[in-house]
């Protein structure tokens, strides 16, 4: 079946980056963008960019332009994002989630992976 | 950017009512409009797709309407297992922001 599967949670320290994996399963990963979504708790939902995962292309919201990077591997079907100059508000649980194209909806969601920031 | 901004923020309904849900943009977004429901500790769901098509498996007491700027999800008969949160999310302004509402908490009455 179709799923898309996160690496586990991650405590970080202040200044610090992240990397969080998703790897997909049960369909054909480069016909399909990927987009990463993220949770403060207790909040809303706040998408960060996509991924192509057919190109490697990216766009990432502003709010994370410089920090964030988005990049994937063909060969094992994980696209990855990395946070840097991590600080406490960067706390939440990060997602991904499959596009059929870029102009559509998340159909596929990861279990999410919670990520801590924290001195 | 577009804005997007669900009401109410939380909705109390009986089981077996009708729930509705309203999310305006803060600019057209024609038909690119989706709704997701997300439970405790779960990770969103989509429901509805292109303002009113229900994705794979969603029952049909979900429906969706609107374009433009005005968007409703509504519940026909609500079921104990649809209490929970309701995003709406515009994606028109691909591949630079897809924009989530604040959400719309739906619980029992």
């Known amino acids: 079946q179709v799923q898309l599967v996160q690496s586990g949670a991650e405590v970080k320290k202040p200044g610090a980056s992240v990397k969080v994996s998703c790897k997909a399963s049960?369909?054909?990963?480069?016909?399909?963008?990927m987009h990463w979504v993220r949770q403060a708790p207790g909040q809303g939902l706040e998408w960060m960019g996509i991924?192509?995962?057919?190109?490697?292309?990216?766009s990432y919201a502003q709010k994370f332009q410089g920090r964030v990077t988005m990049t994937r591997d063909t060969s094992t079907s994980t696209v990855y994002m990395e946070l840097s100059s991590l600080r406490s508000e960067d706390t939440a649980v990060y997602y991904c989630?499959?596009?059929?194209?870029?102009?559509?909806?998340?159909?596929?969601w990861g279990q999410g992976t919670m990520v801590t920031v924290s001195s | 950017e577009i804005v997007m901004t669900q009401s109410p923020a939380t909705l109390s309904v009986s089981p077996g009512e009708r729930a509705t849900l309203s999310c305006r943009a803060s600019?057209?977004?024609?038909?690119?409009l989706a709704w997701y429901q997300q439970k405790p500790g779960q990770a969103p769901r989509l429901l509805i797709y292109?303002?009113?098509t229900r994705a794979t498996g969603i029952p049909a007491r979900f429906s969706g309407s609107g374009s433009g700027t005005e968007f409703t999800l509504t519940i026909s008969s609500l079921q104990s297992e649809d209490f929970a949160v309701y995003y709406c999310?515009?994606?028109?302004?691909?591949?630079?922001?897809?924009?989530f509402g604040q959400g719309t908490k739906l619980e029992i009455k």
């Open positions: 989630a499959r596009a059929p194209r870029g102009d559509d909806a998340f159909d596929i």
């Open positions: 049960g369909y054909t990963f480069t016909s399909y963008y």
């Open positions: 991924i192509n995962p057919s190109g490697g292309s990216t």
């Open positions: 600019q057209s977004v024609s038909s690119n």
């Open positions: 292109g303002a009113s």
């Open positions: 999310q515009q994606y028109n302004n691909w591949p630079s922001m897809y924009t």
